[in-house]
C-alpha cells in the first residue's frame, strides 16, 4: 500500500522559516522524481518545487526561488522543504507528490500570518 504524509505544518510570523517533510512508501519513493505543490484558499492547486530521483536536479516555481529549497535523502524514503522568508501569500496546504504515478499525501497547512 502507497503511503505518503507530510509533517511540519503550523503557523509563522512574515519572514520566519519552517520545514516541511515528506516521508514516502520506498516503492514510489526510490528512483522517482518527488514534488511539493501547495493550494492557497479559493485558488488551484499550484507547483512548487521539484527533485530529481538522484537529487541532481532541482525545479522551482518563480515566486520561491532563491526562498525555498527542496532536498531528499533516499536511504530515509524522505524529502524536505525549506522555506525562508515566508510571506501571506505562501499560505495554503502543501502536499508532496510522487511522480511515480498519481501519488499525493494529504496535505499539511502553512499560514503566514499576524
Known amino acids: 500500500q502507497v503511503q505518503i504524509m507530510e509533517y511540519g505544518g503550523g503557523l509563522v510570523q512574515p519572514g520566519e522559516s519552517m520545514r516541511l517533510a515528506c516521508a514516502a512508501s520506498?516503492?514510489?519513493?526510490?528512483?522517482?522524481?518527488m514534488g511539493w505543490h501547495r493550494q492557497a484558499p479559493g485558488k488551484e492547486r499550484e507547483f512548487v518545487a521539484s527533485?530529481?530521483?538522484?537529487?541532481?536536479?532541482?525545479n522551482y516555481e518563480d515566486s520561491v526561488k532563491g526562498r525555498f529549497t527542496i532536498s531528499r535523502i533516499n536511504d530515509a524514503n524522505t524529502m524536505y522543504l525549506e522555506m525562508n522568508n515566508l510571506q501571506p501569500e505562501d499560505t495554503g496546504v502543501y502536499y508532496c507528490?510522487?511522480?511515480?504515478?498519481?501519488?499525493w499525501g494529504q496535505g499539511t497547512q502553512v499560514t503566514v500570518g499576524s
Open positions: 527533485i530529481s530521483w538522484n537529487g541532481e536536479n532541482t
Open positions: 507528490r510522487s511522480y511515480a504515478g498519481n501519488y
Open positions: 520506498g516503492s514510489v519513493f526510490g528512483g522517482y522524481q
